[in-house]
């Protein structure tokens, strides 16, 4: 019965890191690239380490396979966080039926055209690094 | 562990590996190809965790919980790693303004 559930946890988890691999390979922007990797991708490795959580009958193992899953949710979001900012900072182009900047027209920006090169301008920029 | 669905679940294991392979030619087609600098540090951030799972997947197929230590190891140094690239690519461009970078959609 364990086995029957680590093996079906462990293909949905397989399944959804090729479903992120397909999406960073297929999507046309580098943002919703980030899109893929960070959801999918993520929960494709909570999926497999929580497999091996349930599979292990040893405690001690099963804790440190749920705390590599914590640690992996954790960091994600930073990461993408600090990609994505690094993404647009450096002027990456979106997709061209790009409709919707909200960063740039908080810097009051709003005859930009959809998928302009982006990045920040003089005055707007509230990180210092 | 050998019970009532033991040939299943080496066949899972099987599977799950080839997924997880195939996720990683993909993302390696992305890191060669990608236009961007961003783009290949996504792909580099997503192979990261394809190889945290594949450790993981191999923790059940050689029974070594060894495995999940080196998964956890990964998972922080590629952190790290994912991390002061972005930060390097989003200074490098700010120490020189004057040059545009080229970067098809």
Same mark, same amino acid.
């Given at each position: 019965?364990?086995?029957?559930?680590?093996?079906?946890?462990?293909?949905?988890?397989?399944?959804?890191?090729?479903?992120?691999?397909?999406?960073?390979?297929?999507?046309?922007?580098?943002?919703?690239?980030?899109?893929?990797?960070?959801?999918?991708?993520?929960?494709?490795?909570?999926?497999?380490?929580?497999?091996?959580?349930?599979?292990?009958?040893?405690?001690?193992?099963?804790?440190?396979?749920?705390?590599?899953?914590?640690?992996?949710?954790?960091?994600?979001?930073?990461?993408?966080?600090?990609?994505?900012?690094?993404?647009?900072?450096?002027?990456?182009?979106?997709?061209?039926?790009?409709?919707?900047?909200?960063?740039?027209?908080?810097?009051?920006?709003?005859?930009?055209?959809?998928?302009?090169?982006?990045?920040?301008?003089?005055?707007?920029?509230?990180?210092?690094? | 562990?050998?019970?009532? =669905?033991? %040939?299943?679940?080496?066949?899972? *294991?099987?599977?799950? #590996?080839?997924?997880? +392979? /195939?996720?990683? !030619? $993909?993302?390696?087609?992305?890191?060669?190809? =990608?236009? %961007?600098?961003?783009?290949?540090? *996504?792909?580099?951030? #997503?192979?990261?965790? +394809? /190889?945290?799972? !594949? $450790?993981?997947?191999?923790?059940?197929?050689? =029974?070594?919980?060894?495995?999940?230590?080196?998964?956890?190891?990964?998972?922080?140094?590629?952190?790290?790693?994912?991390?002061?690239?972005?930060?390097?690519?989003?200074?490098?461009?700010?120490?020189?303004?004057?040059?545009?970078?080229?970067?098809?959609?």
């Amino acid at each position: 019965m364990i086995a029957i559930l680590t093996g079906i946890l462990l293909l949905c988890g397989g399944t959804l890191a090729a479903a992120a691999a397909l999406g960073i390979v297929r999507l046309p922007d580098t943002f919703m690239r980030m899109h893929a990797s960070t959801k999918a991708g993520t929960l494709g490795a909570g999926l497999i380490l929580l497999a091996v959580a349930i599979h292990t009958p040893d405690t001690g193992v099963a804790l440190r396979a749920l705390l590599t899953s914590l640690f992996l949710l954790l960091t994600a979001p930073v990461s993408a966080h600090i990609v994505g900012r690094a993404a647009y900072h450096i002027g990456t182009r979106m997709w061209q039926k790009t409709w919707k900047d909200d960063l740039a027209e908080a810097c009051g920006l709003d005859d930009v055209p959809p998928g302009h090169p982006g990045g920040i301008p003089e005055g707007c920029d509230s990180s210092d690094n | 562990m050998t019970g009532v =669905g033991s %040939g299943f679940l080496e066949t899972a *294991v099987t599977i799950t #590996m080839g997924l997880l +392979l /195939v996720g990683g !030619l $993909l993302g390696s087609i992305r890191l060669i190809r =990608g236009p %961007g600098h961003a783009d290949r540090i *996504v792909a580099l951030d #997503m192979i990261s965790t +394809l /190889v945290v799972s !594949l $450790l993981a997947v191999t923790a059940i197929d050689e =029974g070594a919980a060894v495995y999940l230590d080196v998964a956890i190891a990964y998972a922080l140094i590629a952190y790290l790693g994912t991390i002061s690239l972005a930060r390097y690519l989003q200074r490098f461009h700010k120490n020189q303004s004057g040059q545009e970078e080229v970067d098809e959609p």
